[in-house]
Every structure is written in structure tokens, then in C-alpha cells.
């Protein structure tokens, strides 16, 4: 072995233990740096013709480690999910307050009902009517004010998703430069750690916002793409495209969050979205926060179809002299078709004698009012005949009844064979009584059959919107109302496979009267309005209105309230009941008698059906039975979202830990290196000594 080679050998000696001991040095600073990957320098021995020749550094690398990094970036991801998912949730929650404590929504219900049980035991007293109505309307309000907060929830989530795309965007643009400048390091021979260690930041944070997968490539660059696999980073970013709501009801329709990958094509990023903050937020804004808003607009819908149930049943003391129904979204001849029963209209003069009386048996499309028969069509002609003092009409769906000469009107129906329509007597059916107002139909039992006329011009339309489960966009189907007016006729265009839903799913009608859709697959393709341009004659009410669809149902909550006339003057509280049985002469009302106050606060008990809503099927139940389950329900929720976050984020902890305890410096280990290093430098500095000896020697002799 020749002088010169050994001295090439020890001069590499020197110089690869000294880039082992930058290598190291560098460890050693950033110990403490939040993020920082140590570095490892291979060695690699140098030969020539089979002859070692020295060593080198062949690359400076992080010590990552592919297996660790995916289980962290995989629970980073499920982290984020669920921590933002229990956060809203948390507030939705927190909206009706301790389910035990006096001042919750729920317990408010129970103090309305307490309210009229107080007013049954003072029918006369005002400050009992007052507080009774008062805490009706109070609870109503508060009802529509908590569904006004979870539709401001949605809204955060809303502009937390648009936020999060801004972010993303940047996110990808610094990643994919980085991808450049470590490119240029690895085809170089540089060192690229510096800008590797600053994509794995980038990369990190990327995912906690959506479940992401790398692909290493052979140029050092870092291909990203989502669990899906779109394309986020290749040579060049891709963008990501959103649009906010701004103002959002339980109405609203969302627009996708779309991808458009480096080769120009666009593509859905919700469609195959598992994990990451994105995900959490979308979840709230379309399922979680829905669900609560459906359930509580079922339940709101419900207390106030019972009081008005009990409040038909009863009158006030004077009798009213005008009743004015609500608005059926039906002609006459439709809503009185398949009553079936018995009821009774009574005018009373102001001292509540009775002074006509119209009896009326229904049965199917037959009627008789005093046994003079009549039909839906020629119902209130035959009436106002039968029933002198009282004007009956019917105009824009609403039934009204008006008494002259200062006479009131009452209503009740016979003991033994009460009037029925859907489980609703005649006075509650068309809402002539109601205590509770609404703005818009509450119940979506219409009581119609296929024979039954929609009342909808043929022509107009609506857009129906189909997605999967995950909220993503199928299809947008615009459906036209056909030239046929009768319900078989509309549910058959609706089934269409053509020009209707069929491919998505089925539009039926129940034996009361309620259109249902069932989504096809699994699981089923969930229906809602995107546009609705119908009006029913001569009611004026929307297809989607009268029957409950899309985004109807959730929105009921902040249509009701007590009748205003009531609220200004608490005598109008229906309190007691109509007595046909007194004798002639007798007042068939009293200011004293408070059974009607009794049916209203007995309410909560009556056995009802209650629809689907917020993921739950209806089945019968009580009011106050109802918002139990609704407070266990929405705790219960609460509390699953919490353990979910807490067991993402230990996940996620324990990933982290693994990953940092093999990727982190250990400054023991950096200092047995350094040790090594140093002997290794002083080696191969000793060996240049000898050999710089040897040749001095060699140089000697030859003089």
C-alpha cells in the first residue's frame, strides 16, 4: 500500500468523521425543537480495483421511520375528527341545559303543564291564566331560540370548513415546493434534511385537517394524496375549492368541497372522506347538528298539536264569537273527505246559553248536519242553514265561523262516537280552536288517500337533491308536477325511473296521510329541497311545506307560538268545556269549571305518535316521555362524542410517542456517537501523523 493512498484513507477518515460530528452537533442544538427529526449520515467504504481506498458520507437522512408516520398521521387525523365533532356538539348540548336543573328547556315543558294544572284549580283567576301563558309562550321562544343557536352552530362549522381549505391550500403550495428544493439537494448530492424536516411539519399539520397517504419517490420528493386517493401533491399542488353558505336555516343546502388535482380534473373531496378535522366539521354541520334540530322541531311540533288538541276540546268563558281555522294546505272537499264520528256546533249567547245547535255526523264522503245530508262540496251551505247566528266559510285552506249578535261559538264532540280524521276530532283537525299558532303546517298527516286531489297546478316543479350518507352530492332531480290531480297521480310521477326518484328511492303514502320517501342502497340516498317553486290551490302551501320534505320537518320550531289574541287577553284561555246535557236555559259554560285547564295540563300524557326525526324511528310515546328520551338522547351524545375524542386523542398520544421516541434525539446516544466520532477523527489524524513520519523517514534515507 502505497504512502499516498494511506494518507487518502486517513484524509477521508477525517473528513467523514467530521461530518458525522456536524451531523451529530446539529442533533445535539435541536434537542428541544418542537417537530425536529434527527439525522442519521450513512457511511459507506470506498474502493478501488477490490482495494479499500477510505469511507464516505453516501447521504444525510432523517430517521423516520414509514410504519410510525402513518399510524400517526392515520390518528392525528381521528384526533382532530372527533375533538372538533365533541366541541360543536358539546355546545348543541349545553343549548338546553342540565336536564335536572329548573331552569333546562326540558323542565320548562313539565312547568307549562304544571301551569295549567295550577289554572284548573283557579279557573277565574287571571294571574293563573297569565302565568300559564306565559310560560307557554316563554318555552316556545326559547325552543325557536335554541334552534336558532344549532343552525348558528351549523353556520360555525360552516366558516370553520372554509377556513380549514384556506389553510389546506396553503399547506399544499409550501409542501410542494419543498418537494422541488429537496429534489434539487437529492440530484446534487446536497443535503436535503433541512427542507425534509420542514415538509414533515407541513405534512403533520396537513393531516389533522383530512386523512392522508405518502408515497417516497425515487427523486426524494413526497407524493400526497387523500385516503381516497386524490391527488394533493405531486409535481405541482393541488387546490381545493369551497364555497360557504353565509345565512343558514334547517332549509339549507351545502355545496361540495371539490379537488382540483394537478392534471386539471375535479373531483369531490368529501366523496371517500374518513378522518380529519373536515371530516368532524362536516359531520356536525350535516348529520349531528340536523338531527338535534329535527328531534326538538318533533318534539316542539308535538307539545303544541296535544295543547291544541286539548284547547279544541275546550272553550273559553265567554265563547268566542270568531273561530278561524288554520291554513290545511287542502280544499274543503278534500280535508272533510274520511271524517268519520260525531261533533257538535253550539251558539251561545253572552251569558254561554245555548241558542242553536248543529249536529254533525260524518261518515267518509257522506254527511249530516241535523239530519239534512250534505257532501264535502255543499258542506258549508248546508251548515249555515242548519246552524242560524253562524256564518261558516272557507277560503285560502282555513275553515272559518263567525257568530253574529253578539253570540259566541263552542265546539264539542260526542262522548261515545267522537269525530276522526287521523286521529284528530273535527275542531282540532282545522285548528278552529288552536292555542298554539303556527306559521306553517306542523303535521304532515294530511288524512289524504291516492284517490285524494293534491291541489298542485300541473307544470310546477321542484329540484330534489339526492346524496349518500356522507352528505355527498348524487344527484339533482328537477320534477315536474303531472297533468293527472290526483295523489296516485303525483306519486306515481314522483316514482318515475325516468323523469322521478326512482333510482334513488320511493315516495309512499301512509294510512294517515303522510308522504314518505325510503332511500334506496346501503345506506339509503337521503333526500332533500333544493328548490321549491310549488303553491297548492287554493292554499298556498309549498309541496315541500305540506308534506314535510327535506329540510320542512327540521324548521317547525320556529313557526309556533300562542295565539296572539290569547296573549293579550288571558279570558280567552279555553278553560272550560262545552255541557250539552244542562237543561235548556242553563248556561252550557261556566267561568268556574276547569276541566278544559285540566285536559291541557294533562297533555304530557296523552299517548301520541311521534314521527322519525333525527335518526330515530317514531313510534308511539308520550309528550313527556318524548323529551326524556330527547334529553337522555342528546347527553347520551354528548357524552359519546367526549369518550370518542378522549380515545382519538390517547390514540394519537401514544402514536405520537412511538413515533418521537425513535425519531427524536436521545442526547445520551448523540453523545456515545460524538465519542466515537472524535476517536475515529484522532485515528485517522494519528495514521496522517505516521504516515507524514514514514515519508519524512523515506525522504532521509534517499538524501
Not at 340516498?525 to 303553491?535: F, H, I, K, M
Amino acid at each position: 500500500m502505497s504512502l499516498g493512498l494511506i494518507m487518502n484513507i486517513a484524509t477521508s477518515g477525517m473528513n467523514t468523521a467530521q461530518s458525522q460530528l456536524r451531523v451529530v452537533s446539529d442533533n445535539v442544538t435541536n434537542i428541544n425543537t418542537p417537530g425536529y427529526v434527527r439525522k442519521i449520515a450513512d457511511q459507506q467504504s470506498l474502493t478501488t480495483q477490490g482495494m479499500g481506498t477510505g469511507v464516505d458520507i453516501a447521504r444525510v437522512r432523517l430517521a423516520t421511520d414509514r410504519f410510525l408516520q402513518a399510524s400517526t398521521l392515520s390518528t392525528s387525523a381521528d384526533a382532530a375528527r372527533e375533538t372538533v365533532r365533541y366541541e360543536l356538539f358539546d355546545r348543541i348540548q349545553s343549548l338546553f341545559g342540565d336536564p335536572g336543573g329548573d331552569s333546562s328547556f326540558f323542565s320548562g315543558i313539565d312547568s307549562v303543564f304544571a301551569a295549567f294544572a295550577a289554572s284548573a284549580e283557579m279557573p277565574s283567576s287571571a294571574a293563573a291564566r297569565q302565568t300559564a301563558i306565559w310560560k307557554s309562550q316563554s318555552l316556545f321562544e326559547q325552543a325557536a331560540d335554541i334552534a336558532g343557536q344549532i343552525q348558528a352552530v351549523r353556520e360555525d362549522a360552516d366558516g370553520k370548513i372554509k377556513s380549514s381549505v384556506d389553510s389546506i391550500n396553503g399547506l399544499l403550495d409550501q409542501i410542494s415546493k419543498l418537494n422541488r428544493e429537496i429534489t434539487r439537494a437529492t440530484v446534487t448530492g446536497a443535503d436535503a434534511t433541512g427542507a425534509q424536516n420542514a415538509q414533515a411539519q407541513l405534512i403533520d399539520q396537513l393531516s389533522s385537517y383530512m386523512d392522508i397517504r405518502l408515497s417516497p419517490q425515487n427523486n426524494g420528493a413526497t407524493e400526497v394524496r387523500t385516503g381516497a386517493g386524490l391527488l394533493l401533491v405531486g409535481n405541482e399542488p393541488a387546490t381545493l375549492e369551497y364555497q360557504r353558505a353565509g345565512a343558514i336555516s334547517a332549509q339549507t343546502n351545502f355545496g361540495d368541497i371539490v379537488v382540483h388535482e394537478p392534471s386539471g380534473s375535479a373531483r369531490s373531496l368529501t366523496e371517500g372522506l374518513v378522518s380529519g378535522e373536515l371530516k368532524g366539521l362536516v359531520q356536525l354541520r350535516d348529520i349531528d347538528a340536523p338531527q338535534a334540530a329535527e328531534q326538538l322541531a318533533e318534539l316542539t311540533s308535538k307539545l303544541a298539536d296535544e295543547l291544541n288538541r286539548a284547547h279544541n276540546a275546550s272553550s273559553s268563558v265567554p265563547a268566542p264569537s270568531v273561530m278561524q281555522g288554520r291554513n290545511t294546505g287542502q280544499t274543503l272537499e278534500t280535508a272533510l273527505n274520511g271524517f268519520t264520528g260525531q261533533t257538535n256546533i253550539a251558539l251561545l249567547n253572552p251569558n254561554g246559553v245555548v241558542q242553536n245547535t248543529a249536529t254533525i255526523v260524518f261518515n267518509g264522503a257522506s254527511i249530516s248536519i241535523n239530519g239534512m245530508a250534505a257532501t264535502p262540496a255543499t258542506f258549508v251551505t248546508v251548515l249555515n242553514a242548519q246552524l242560524p247566528g253562524v256564518n261558516a266559510s272557507f277560503a285560502s285552506g282555513a275553515l272559518k265561523l263567525e257568530a253574529s249578535g253578539g253570540n259566541g261559538i263552542a265546539i264539542a264532540d260526542d262522548s261515545t262516537t267522537p269525530s276522526n280524521k287521523t286521529g284528530k276530532g273535527f275542531s282540532h283537525y282545522f285548528g278552529l280552536n288552536d292555542l298554539v299558532s303556527s306559521t306553517a303546517p306542523i303535521s304532515y298527516e294530511t288524512g289524504m288517500t291516492t284517490a285524494s286531489a293534491h291541489g298542485f297546478p300541473a307544470g310546477q316543479q321542484l329540484t330534489f337533491r339526492f346524496a349518500n350518507a356522507d352528505g355527498v352530492k348524487i344527484r339533482d332531480i328537477e320534477f315536474t308536477v303531472p297533468a293527472g290531480g290526483s295523489m296516485s297521480d303525483l306519486l306515481t310521477a314522483l316514482n318515475d325511473p325516468i323523469t322521478g326518484v326512482a333510482r334513488h328511492g320511493t315516495f309512499s303514502l301512509s294510512s294517515t296521510g303522510e308522504m314518505i320517501f325510503t332511500g334506496r342502497g346501503t345506506p339509503p340516498a337521503q333526500l332533500s329541497v333544493l328548490n321549491d317553486r310549488t303553491a297548492q290551490s287554493p292554499s298556498g302551501v309549498s309541496m315541500s311545506q305540506l308534506f314535510g320534505l327535506g329540510g320542512a320537518r327540521g324548521a317547525r320550531t320556529g313557526v309556533l307560538s300562542v295565539r296572539a289574541d290569547i296573549q293579550s287577553d288571558p279570558t280567552k284561555l279555553a278553560l272550560s268545556q262545552l255541557n250539552l246535557g244542562v237543561p235548556a236555559g242553563t248556561p252550557a259554560i261556566s267561568a268556574a269549571d276547569g276541566s278544559g285547564a285540566r285536559l291541557l295540563s294533562q297533555a304530557g300524557s296523552v299517548t301520541t305518535k311521534f314521527g322519525t326525526a333525527g335518526g330515530v324511528s317514531g313510534a308511539m310515546s308520550t309528550l313527556s316521555r318524548f323529551a326524556s328520551d330527547m334529553a337522555g338522547s342528546i347527553g347520551a351524545k354528548a357524552n359519546l362524542r367526549e369518550s370518542a375524542a378522549s380515545g382519538a386523542s390517547a390514540l394519537y398520544s401514544t402514536a405520537s410517542a412511538r413515533r418521537d421516541s425513535f425519531e427524536g434525539v436521545n442526547l445520551e446516544e448523540e453523545l456515545v456517537l460524538m465519542t466515537t466520532f472524535q476517536q475515529a477523527f484522532n485515528a485517522s489524524a494519528r495514521l496522517i501523523q505516521a504516515a507524514s513520519e514514514m515519508y519524512d523517514t523515506l525522504i532521509g534515507m534517499v538524501r
